[in-house]
């Protein structure tokens, strides 16, 4: 089970971190990816880790602003967005999926390729 908080309504140009735990099961073999849907859109990636690894990507929209992260001794992932715009408004989700630890080398941005979701949380952004 994965866990999302931290989500809420902010102005624009402010910050807020989102947090994802898991239960029941260790991050370590997993990609864990940030995905957001805005109502009336498809969910669209946001930042993936492979736990293992600590490599990380970004969608081109978040680069510079966006950081995601983990902590180990937490089993949690962080996505810390700086900058926020009213276009980042949207329900979060967090994700994982099993990974080849030696050879995934970057985490897939497809939804579909996601196993296992959280309940989402949702960020608002004012102007």
């Known amino acids: 089970q994965l866990v999302e908080s931290g989500g809420g309504l902010v102005q624009a140009g402010e910050s807020l971190r989102l947090s994802c735990v898991a239960s029941?099961?260790?991050?370590?073999?997993?990609?864990v990816g940030w995905f957001r849907q805005a109502p009336g859109k498809e969910r669209e990636f946001v930042a993936a880790?492979?736990?293992?690894?600590?490599?990380?990507n970004y969608a081109d929209s978040v680069k510079g602003r966006f950081t995601i992260s983990r902590d180990n001794a937490k089993n949690t992932v962080y996505l810390q967005m700086n900058s926020l715009k009213p276009e980042d408004t949207a329900v979060y989700y967090c994700?994982?999926?099993?990974?080849?630890?030696?050879?995934?080398?970057?985490?897939?941005?497809?939804?579909?390729?996601?196993?296992?979701w959280g309940q989402g949380t949702q960020v608002t952004v004012s102007s």
């Open positions: 994700a994982a999926r099993i990974v080849n630890p030696g050879l995934a080398v970057v985490a897939s941005t497809l939804p579909s390729a996601y196993d296992y």
């Open positions: 029941g099961f260790r991050f370590d073999d997993y990609a």
């Open positions: 880790v492979i736990w293992s690894r600590g490599n990380t």
